[in-house]
Structure formats: C-alpha cells, structure tokens
C-alpha cells in the first residue's frame, strides 16, 4: 500500500483552518475555490466532490474529532475507484497565529499515489494563499 503525506505551514491559527476543514460538506470548496468547484452531500455520510478538470470523487466520512482538529475520510467511487483508501486531515496549533496542517492518503493501488499527490499539492498551494489572503488583504476602511 501506498502512503502519501503533506503537511504546509499556514500562517493563521489552527481554529481557523479547522473551521475550514471541518465542514465535511463545503470544505472542499473553501479549502480550494476554483481547483474544486462543488461538494454535495448525496448519503448522511458521504459527499460528493467535483473538480475543475472534470474529476468527480465520492468520500464516504469515517470519523470526525472536533476536539483533535482532525477528519477521516475514504475516497469510495467517482473518477478514481481505489481498492482501498484511508485519508486523514488534521491541523494543529504551531503558535499562536500558525497552523502545521497534515494530510494523509494511504491507497492502494499503489500507482494512484501519485495522482494523488499532485492533487494534494496543488489544492495546499491554493489552501494557504486563501486562508493567508485574508489576513494579508484588511477590509479597506471608508474614510470619513
């Protein structure tokens, strides 16, 4: 079995990636608007994630820990059909105004890893620039 793991400094607080993260339903979008243009929930437990490229993933929710800032999740079906996957997220605390985020997949078989790596590559470049934008870019203030 193949693993992949990414982890991404992001220079805004853990609370604040986890809010993101931990919407199993509209995270996806958040997390990488315009890379992922839609996530639905079709089961109680599972959602339904499209991508820019046409990509289509189904991702049944295993264990969510709001406590632990940390989700599970499997990829089920869609564009990709593993025969077994176990993917976890999780952000923690590195300082007070910075967050380590941690992304793992563990697939088989084995030569999806590096699409999906790439995939994970790519959305943490668009995960960090915007969450960090908004701090870099204040709401402009009217002068009165």
């Not at 853990?14 to 958040?30: C, L, T």
Request: net charge negative; charged share 25%; no cysteine.
């Amino acid at each position: 079995m193949a693993s992949v793991q990414k982890e991404i400094i992001i220079e805004v607080s853990a609370a604040e990636v986890w809010a993101v993260i931990g919407d199993f339903v509209k995270g996806p979008v958040r997390m990488a608007p315009g890379f992922v243009i839609d996530s639905r929930l079709d089961e109680p437990d599972v959602r339904v994630v499209t991508f820019d490229n046409g990509m289509v993933l189904r991702e049944r929710l295993i264990a969510l820990d709001d406590e632990a800032r940390r989700f599970a999740f499997s990829v089920i079906g869609g564009s990709m059909q593993p025969t077994h996957d176990n993917a976890s997220m999780q952000v923690f605390a590195d300082g007070a105004d910075h967050s380590r985020f941690v992304w793992i997949h563990d697939v088989q078989p084995d030569d999806l890893a590096a699409t999906m790596g790439a995939g994970m590559d790519h959305g943490l470049r668009i995960f960090k620039q915007t969450l960090e934008s908004r701090i870099e870019d204040p709401p402009a203030r009217a002068d009165t």
